[in-house]
């Protein structure tokens, strides 16, 4: 009964279930980067397990039309339609996560000390509280590490997250991507 409420739920709100054990279709052709249950094996790419749907499905939207820049994700992403994004979305973060634990450890110290400037949007542990904003625990550190230059170069734009990054440097991104690495999500 309680699943057919909440696929009635979905259903009302212009989406549909999507079982953990199910991957839709579409999902194939996110495998080989992220994983079959959204934990990357390459450091580089994110994991999406366990993200919020909404964070997942507005970070597709924009590689999708173009706002968020990304030449590897642009051709697997240009022909979803809203609800491939949607299903997707809602799959991934239906999956269970796994703390990455790729920063290195001698870091994390010094990762938890600057972790003040992100857990006011970003969570105690890196669990956000808003659905829109990414969860940091159990992240790869290259990856992390990779985004937060990115918002400081501007080649990622988001003016909070800008602003923020703007007094860090190399040093303070690797001791922070360590830190959240090794969050359990």
């Known amino acids: ?6 696929a009635s739920i979905l259903v009302l709100f212009g989406s549909t279930p999507v079982l953990a054990d199910a991957p839709p279709a579409k999902a194939q052709a996110c495998v080989a980067c992220h994983g079959e249950y959204g934990i990357s094996s390459n450091p580089e790419w994110p994991n999406l397990a366990g993200q919020h749907a909404e964070y997942l499905a507005i970070q597709i ?8 820049s990304n030449p590897v994700m642009a051709p697997f992403v240009a022909g979803l339609t809203d609800t491939d994004i ?3 979305a809602e799959y991934y973060s239906s999956q269970a996560p796994a703390a990455a634990a790729t920063g290195d450890p001698a870091l994390v110290a010094a990762g938890e000390s600057l972790s003040g400037y992100c857990k006011a949007c970003h969570g105690m542990a890196g669990k956000p509280v808003a659905d829109e904003w990414p969860v940091l625990a159990g992240q790869h550190a290259p990856y992390l590490q990779k985004q937060m230059q990115a918002y ?4 990622r734009v988001n ?3 800008q602003a923020a ?3 860090l440097g190399d040093a303070e991104f690797a001791a922070l991507a360590a830190y959240y ?5």
């Open 86 to 88: 949607i299903e997707l």
């Open 181 to 185: 690495s090794q969050l359990s999500p």
């Open 61 to 68: 939207n924009a590689f999708r039309d173009g706002s968020r």
């Open 1 to 6: 009964m309680k699943i057919w409420i909440i």
């Open 152 to 155: 400081k170069n501007s080649t």
């Open 165 to 167: 990054m703007a007094h």
């Open 159 to 161: 003016p909070l997250m």
